[in-house]
C-alpha cells in the first residue's frame, strides 16, 4: 500500500512526524542570530547524547564522511594503525585508513563473531616502542549484528598509553550507553539517520582532548574535513562552510524527543527490542548470526537455514509493506537483518515479527507453533 511502508533496517531509519515537520520550513541564514542559536542548544544537546563535555562536531556528509575526518585529523603519513575487522564496516575502515596510506595491521574476526580483546591487547603489549598510533573499530558491526566489546579493547588502548582510540559507533549511539568521556574515547563517530532518528546528511565527530593534541600534529591532507575549522567556528556557533540548515531543524526536534523519554530508557527500549526480536526468531526455529551474548541493540542477524533469505525478505516487504535490510556481500541471501534502531516501538516489532511468521507460511515452512514468534516477542515486551 501507498505511505505504508515500515523501515526496519538499521539506515535510514523511521523519522518521527514533529522531527518531518520541524525540517519543512524555508531555510533561514546560517550567519543569523537565529541559526546559531540553533547551534547552541544543538550542541548542548549532542555532549548530552555522546555524555561528554567535550567537542562534538558537525559535518553535511554521511557517516563515512565522519569516520574518513576522524582518522585524517588525528594520524600522519605512514603511522601505524590497527583496525578491527569482524564484517564490512570494519572492512571499511581498513580501506579509509590504507587510502590514506596508514600502515595499518588488521585484527580480523568471522563475521558474526566479535573482535577479541585479547588479540588486541597482545598487539599492544607487544608494541614496546610505541609505534602504534591508533586503534580503530567498529562498535556495533551492522553488517553483521555483532556488538564488539569496545570497553574491554579500549582498557587495553590506555594501558598501552600512546594510541588513540577511534570509534564508528553509528549503530551504537542513541541504542546503547557509549560514555565518551568516562572511558576516555579519543574519536567518536556517527550518523544522523541511525539513532538519531533524522535523515542521512549529517555526520558527528567527538573529539576528546588527546585527539585535538594529535590534530595539532597531524599531516594527513584534508580540506572539507578539517575538523580545527569546525572547531573553530564552533565558538561561535557557527560552522567553517554553509551547514545542511533544515537537517538542523531536525536534529533539534530529535534531540528534544530524546532528551524528553531520557537516556537509560532509551537504551532500556534497545536492549527490549533485541532480546524480542531474538527471542522471536529462535521461537520460529530462526538461527540468529550473531555468536550468543553478542547481539547488537540496534540490529538483530538472521540465518535463515534451508530457505532464501532474500525471497522471505520479498515475501515481507510485498506482503506486508515492512523493508527488512538484506545480507552484504557473502551473506546475500543467507541473512536477513531486523533494525530495530531508533524511532522504533514495541508494535513495531510485534508487526515485523509476525509478518516474517505470516513470510514463512507462504513460503511453506511455517514455523511447528503457530504465532510462536509473536508470544515469544510478547513475553518479552510485556516483561
Ligand atoms: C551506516 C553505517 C555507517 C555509515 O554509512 P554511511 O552510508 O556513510 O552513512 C558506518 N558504520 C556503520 C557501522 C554503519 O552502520
Not at 531555510?27 to 542559536?37: K, V
Not at 594501558?159 to 588513540?164: D, I, K, R, S, V
Amino acid at each position: 500500500m501507498k505511505d505504508k511502508l515500515q523501515l526496519m533496517i538499521p539506515g535510514p531509519t523511521p523519522v518521527p512526524e514533529r522531527v518531518l515537520l520541524a525540517m519543512a520550513r524555508h531555510p533561514i541564514g546560517h550567519r543569523s542570530g537565529e541559526f546559531q542559536a540553533i547551534v547552541a542548544r544543538t550542541t548542548e544537546q549532542l555532549k548530552w547524547l555522546h555524555q561528554t563535555s567535550q567537542d562534538v562536531l558537525v559535518l553535511a556528509g554521511s557517516g563515512t564522511a565522519a569516520m574518513e575526518a576522524g582518522i585524517i585529523n588525528v594520524l600522519s603519513r605512514g603511522d601505524k594503525v590497527i583496525c578491527g575487522d569482524n564484517g564490512k564496516f570494519g572492512e571499511r575502515w581498513v580501506k579509509v585508513a590504507k587510502a590514506y596510506g596508514l600502515d595499518v595491521e588488521v585484527i580480523k574476526a568471522e563475521w558474526g563473531q566479535p573482535l577479541d580483546p585479547e588479540a588486541f591487547r597482545a598487539a599492544l603489549e607487544a608494541d614496546s616502542a610505541k609505534a602504534i598510533k591508533a586503534v580503530i573499530i567498529t562498535h556495533s558491526e551492522t553488517s553483521t549484528g555483532v556488538i564488539n566489546d569496545l570497553e574491554t579493547i579500549n582498557r587495553h588502548v590506555k594501558a598501552h598509553g600512546e594510541a588513540l582510540i577511534v570509534v564508528d559507533a553509528v549503530t551504537s549511539l542513541g541504542a546503547t550507553s557509549v560514555p565518551v568521556e568516562a572511558w576516555g574515547l579519543d574519536v567518536v563517530c556517527s550518523g544522523s539517520q541511525k539513532g538519531y532518528m533524522i535523515p542521512p546528511g549529517l555526520g558527528f565527530v567527538a573529539m576528546g582532548p588527546r585527539a585535538w593534541e594529535a590534530q595539532k600534529r597531524s599531516d594527513l591532507p584534508k580540506f572539507y574535513l578539517d575538523l580545527e575549522r569546525y572547531r573553530k567556528a564552533a565558538e561561535g556557533n557557527s560552522n567553517p562552510f554553509t551547514p545542511a540548515v533544515n537537517l538542523y531543524f531536525a536534529l533539534e526536534a530529535a534531540l528534544d524527543l530524546m532528551q524528553d523519554e531520557g537516556l537509560d530508557a532509551i537504551f532500556a527500549r534497545h536492549e527490549r527490542h533485541r532480546r524480542a526480536s531474538q527471542a522471536a526468531m529462535q521461537a520460529l526455529g530462526l538461527p540468529l548470526f550473531a555468536a550468543e551474548g553478542y547481539g547488537s541493540p540496534a540490529i538483530t542477524a538472521v540465518a535463515p537455514a534451508n530457505l532464501d533469505a532474500e525471497a522471505l525478505r520479498k515475501a515481507v516487504k510485498s506482503r506486508y509493506d515492512i523493508l527488512l535490510a538484506g545480507g552484504q556481500d557473502h551473506l546475500k541471501g543467507q541473512v536477513f537483518r531486523i533494525g530495530h534502531l531508533g524511532f522504533v516501538c514495541d508494535r513495531d516489532v510485534l508487526t515485523a515479527v509476525a509478518a516474517i511468521e505470516g513470510a514463512l507460511v507462504e513460503l511453506g515452512q511455517p514455523p511447528a507453533q503457530p504465532g510462536a514468534g509473536v508470544a515469544a516477542a510478547a513475553a518479552i515486551l510485556q516483561g
